[in-house]
């Protein structure tokens, strides 16, 4: 077997896990990023939501560092325009997000991995993980490969914990999860000239019988025709943390799309439609996550709690998503979420740390907290701490919390104070 050797191992190359190793790399450390699909990004590539934020609350940017370079970068490349972030939004958050190309997004993450060192291991994933005097060891299976990693950090960015689990550490979850979302976009019909009423009667009427769900369109047939479909149905029981629930996730996701379609083309007006989109996979909101040395708890999150080691900042409304829509509570004013260190540690580990959805928080925090410019900040945090471990031979919590800031500050994050 194949054996290779790292200061810094981090598992997902998704929202967080693409920052945290830039970040590590860009220090030096010796850094492998493991991905099991084909590209980096996670939500904002394969999952279809190319419209990243919040970076802004309330007049001032809030989230910057490697993140933000990558997206704007991704923006300007691509001959497109960011938001006016001196325009407040009020309840519309969403004019704040940044619609970017994902496929690009995910081109420029990868040049940006290999500029910074880190060894990218696509195809792969960890089928077995075993704790050592001084790091870890890790068994990384894939096409045709399998390797054994010596490292002496671990970052675990899957989104499940998965890493976590693995190694029989304390994961949470709730019995029921938030929907997932299969994004796609469908075109060839003017809205304008439908029949929105009569289109609502029998949409209803398909939904009684069986030939729809209520999910498929979230009840509002206008609504969704509207947005062409883009985020606006869900897949009940949405579920990423195992090979199976995947896949049926997945195919859930699909069989949705096809009865949309085949609904739609029976009616008049849609005699030329058409798919102009649509994401390889669904996309899932929340499974596990860690029970870690902070938890960050939903007064903490809404009151804008500054923890005493506070490294990033998270800024979105409230936004727990059920079967039939999502109804956000936005936050008041002023207040500007923190992320601390000790909600990316898993509670009694060495040498471990989560980054994205999988941090310890409670569920209506976790709801906030998930959206990627959050997850890419506390990528940029864990890529950090991780790095200054593994170069000082200690753990994540002994890391100096000064230094840590010090080397955020140092690659253009923002850190509370």
């Given at each position: 077997?194949?054996?290779?050797?790292?200061?810094?191992?981090?598992?997902?190359?998704?929202?967080?896990g693409t920052i945290a190793a830039i970040q590590a790399g860009r220090l030096g450390a010796r850094t492998i990023l493991v991905e099991a699909g084909s590209q980096l990004g996670g939500t904002t590539t394969t999952g279809g939501v190319d419209i990243p934020g919040l970076f802004h609350a309330w007049g001032r940017q809030v989230i910057a560092g490697i993140g933000w370079e990558l997206v704007t970068r991704t923006v300007e490349l691509n001959g497109g325009n960011l938001p006016d972030f001196?325009?407040?939004?009020?309840r519309q958050h969403w004019k704040h997000q940044v619609r970017l190309c994902g496929a690009l997004y995910a081109a420029l993450a990868e040049e940006a991995c290999v500029k910074a060192?880190?060894?990218?291991?696509?195809?792969?994933?960890p089928a077995a993980v075993e704790q050592t005097g001084d790091g870890w060891t890790i068994r990384l299976d894939g096409k045709g490969t399998s390797v054994e990693v010596a490292a002496k950090q671990l970052v675990d960015c899957t989104g499940n914990a998965s890493v976590a689990g693995m190694i029989s550490l304390p994961r949470q979850r709730e019995k029921t999860t938030q929907p997932g979302t299969l994004i796609y976009r469908l075109g060839g019909?003017?809205?304008?000239?439908?029949?929105?009423?009569?289109?609502?009667?029998?949409?209803?009427?398909?939904?009684?019988?069986?030939?729809?769900?209520?999910?498929?369109?979230?009840?509002?047939?206008?609504g969704f025709l509207g947005g062409g479909g883009e985020n606006a149905m869900?897949?009940?029981?949405?579920?990423?943390?195992?090979?199976?629930?995947?896949?049926?996730?997945?195919?859930?996701?699909?069989?949705?799309?096809?009865?949309?379609?085949?609904?739609?083309?029976?009616?008049?007006?849609?005699?030329?439609?058409?798919?102009?989109?649509?994401?390889?996979?669904?996309?899932?909101?929340?499974?596990f996550r860690i029970v870690g040395e902070t938890t960050v708890t939903v007064k903490d999150y809404t009151t804008?709690?500054?923890?005493?080691?506070?490294?990033?900042?998270?800024?979105?409304?409230?936004?727990?998503?059920?079967?039939?829509?999502?109804?956000?509570?936005?936050?008041?004013?002023?207040?500007?979420?923190?992320?601390?260190?000790?909600?990316?540690?898993?509670?009694?580990c060495k040498n471990l740390m989560v980054a994205g959805r999988c941090l310890s928080s409670d569920r209506l925090a976790n709801s906030a907290l998930r959206v990627q410019a959050s997850c890419m900040a506390m990528g940029q945090a864990a890529g950090v701490t991780a790095a200054l471990a593994a170069n000082a031979a200690t753990?994540?919590?002994?890391?100096?919390?000064?230094?840590?800031?010090?080397?955020?500050?140092?690659?253009?994050?923002?850190?509370?104070i």
């Open positions: 077997m194949k054996r290779l050797a790292a200061d810094v191992l981090i598992v997902g190359g998704g929202t967080a001196k325009k407040p939004t009020g060192g880190v060894q990218l291991r696509y195809y792969e994933f019909y003017d809205v304008r000239s439908l029949d929105l009423k009569a289109l609502q009667a029998k949409a209803t009427a398909a939904v009684k019988s069986g030939a729809l769900k209520p999910t498929d369109f979230n009840k509002s047939i206008a869900h897949v009940p029981g949405a579920d990423s943390s195992t090979s199976e629930t995947h896949t049926a996730t997945n195919i859930r996701g699909r069989q949705s799309l096809l009865r949309v379609v085949r609904f739609l083309k029976q009616e008049p007006g849609f005699a030329t439609l058409r798919i102009e989109r649509l994401q390889p996979e669904t996309g899932v909101r929340e499974t804008g709690r500054v923890f005493d080691d506070a490294v990033a900042y998270s800024f979105y409304p409230i936004d727990l998503h059920v079967e039939h829509g999502v109804k956000p509570e936005h936050l008041k004013e002023g207040i500007v979420p923190t992320i601390p260190l000790g909600a990316l540690i898993p509670k009694g753990t994540p919590l002994n890391v100096p919390l000064a230094d840590i800031r010090r080397r955020l500050l140092e690659h253009s994050a923002i850190v509370p």
